[in-house]
């Protein structure tokens, strides 16, 4: 079993397009939660209402208060750690509001998490123009840095190195430099599986990060 979570904060038009593509690659061993972040656009209310009508997933949605994008996402997945529980996740995944996914993203997730995941290891299947690749092999690609629109990691890479982030209101980089520090690699599948579609980031990164090799 694994958990998906999706930190909200408005942009209904991103989310739309992120929540119908991920519908075709959803499967029965993945529990899903919608951290909305406080959002003032009341619309995203009702697109995460209609995704959770066509989806035979169990879906948590939750509307919360505004903590800001790495406290958010924090309480998101331990929200559904709680919820999972005693049940230990195989991989955490998040999935920025503004990417599309293809049917086989979580299939390719599973596969590469498998065969080279650990504690001092993340995964993504977006294989993002500014993130060189170090070496590629067969299905995926050794990068030298990711960035924090689509992650994949285990428990024991979340105690870490994602929580410990997360905990001091830090994503995205900070969580790249705890993974460097401990001696961790970066892998991503090829092709991807994922791509970003807004026009920045939930951090407000005002250049958009796009994958080079999804068709």
Known sequence: MDILVIPIYNRSEYLESTLWTLTPAL???VLIMLADDGSTDLTVKRICKNFIKRVDNQVLCWHLNNVG????LLRGIEGALKVLAPVVPD???T???DFIVKPTFLIRLRELLAKVGGEDVIITGFNATS???LEYYRGYA?????????LCFTMGAYHKHVKPCLTNNLWDWNVVGSVKKAGGKFYCTIPSVAQHIG??????HPQADYAIDYE
């Not at 994008?69 to 958010?72: Q, S």
């Not at 050794?142 to 689509?150: A, H, M, P, S």
């Not at 026009?199 to 407000?204: D, E, P, R, V």
């Open 27 to 29: 499967d029965k061993d």
């Open 69 to 72: 994008v790495a406290t958010n």
């Open 91 to 93: 991989a955490i995944i």
């Open 95 to 97: 999935l920025d509001s």
């Open 131 to 133: 993130h060189p690749v």
């Open 142 to 150: 050794q990068k030298k840095t990711i960035g924090g629109g689509n």
């Open 199 to 204: 026009k920045n980031s939930l951090l407000n």
